[in-house]
């Protein structure tokens, strides 16, 4: 997927483009597929399916400290709209920690999506993803 000098290889990236233009079952209950989300509402819920994986609680502050690994600043106000946008799409479902602060955990629809996409993804590159929840290879 990446050459020595950590750029992307073009065939994969060629391969990718056209995966990602034929997602038409990558579809959550609202109608929205993987394809109408954006590069950042993806990185949310890869952020979020990461926290969830490492036994943390994905709340505002922790999810916008995984996202400035990969973004410069991650502005309050583009974080929320677009958890509250992933929320209004059965994405993400909302639970609340304390009175100020809310946890956000992906719906069975956004795993699906991710998931769906994690293969997508692997398979235009020649790789095999491994199941590590005890599950079986795909």
Request: some cysteine.
């Amino acid at each position: 997927m990446f050459t020595p000098d950590g750029y992307v290889c073009h065939d994969c990236a060629d391969e990718l483009a056209i995966e990602y233009e034929a997602e038409p079952e990558l579809i959550a209950d609202g109608g929205i597929t993987w394809a109408d989300l954006t590069g950042f509402k993806r990185d949310v819920l890869e952020a979020i399916a990461q926290i969830e994986r490492d036994g943390e609680e994905p709340y505002g502050l922790a999810i916008s400290e995984y996202l400035e690994e990969q973004y410069v600043d991650v502005l309050h106000g583009r974080l929320y709209q677009n958890l509250d946008a992933l929320e209004e799409d059965s994405l993400l479902e909302r639970d609340e920690l304390d009175g100020r602060t809310n946890s956000y955990t992906l719906t069975p629809e956004a795993k699906a999506m991710l998931e769906e996409s994690t293969r997508r993804r692997a398979d235009a590159c020649g790789l095999q993803v491994i199941a590590t929840d005890g599950g079986e290879d795909t």
